[in-house]
């Protein structure tokens, strides 16, 4: 059994409070399924994705695992493998940096991530929902067309909102008395 931490994971997929140690549980599982030993520094990476919140960089998967046996190498390789067999969701920086996070089926998460300081954040689930279904759409059209292995990836770039600042309230000043 792996280890249990009690979080939200509205990135990975999982149902809200469902256990960091469950979600590990049924990513093993799609290993196993898939022919893939389960062997610590597996485990330890997806320990590490399912407690993050946004997407990462595999540098920053590799620091979260300081400690552990898993080199730098090692968290590229597990990421490629994960990838494969859909374990994993890649998403871009504007600049090209990956960045990775725990992806289930029939997930609908989308991204807008800012110019300014990549800061990614998840867009809403009513947005996310219609623009499932448009892609899904394609997808089932592409297929029919005879395309296989059809994927796809959808990321938006912008610049920050800026914070709307209050109207500016002009105070009169107080009048002047001149004494003579």
């Known amino acids: 059994m792996i280890a249990s ?51 990462a960089s595999i ?28 374990l994993v969701r890649r998403c871009y920086f504007e600049n090209g940096t990956s960045l990775y ?25 009513d947005l996310a929902a219609e623009l499932n279904v448009v892609v899904a759409k394609v997808e089932a059209q592409l297929k029919a067309q005879g395309y296989t292995g059809v994927a796809h990836l959808v990321e938006f770039f912008a610049n920050a909102p800026r914070a709307v600042a209050a109207p500016t309230r002009v105070v009169p000043a107080p009048p002047t008395v001149l004494k003579h």
């Open 5 to 55: 931490t009690q979080t939200n994971h509205p990135i990975s997929g999982a149902p809200a409070g469902e256990a960091v140690g469950d979600t590990v549980e049924r990513a093993c599982a799609r290993l196993r399924e898939a022919g893939l030993r389960i062997t610590q520094p597996r485990i330890s990476i997806l320990q590490a994705l399912a407690q993050r919140s946004q997407p």
């Open 59 to 86: 540098e920053q998967l590799h620091e979260d695992l300081a400690g552990t046996s898993c080199d730098l190498v090692t968290v590229y390789r597990c990421l490629a493998a994960f990838q494969e067999l859909g």
């Open 101 to 125: 996070q725990l992806h289930r089926e029939g997930d609908a998460v989308f991204h807008v991530v800012t110019r300014e300081g990549n800061v990614v954040e998840q867009i809403g689930t």
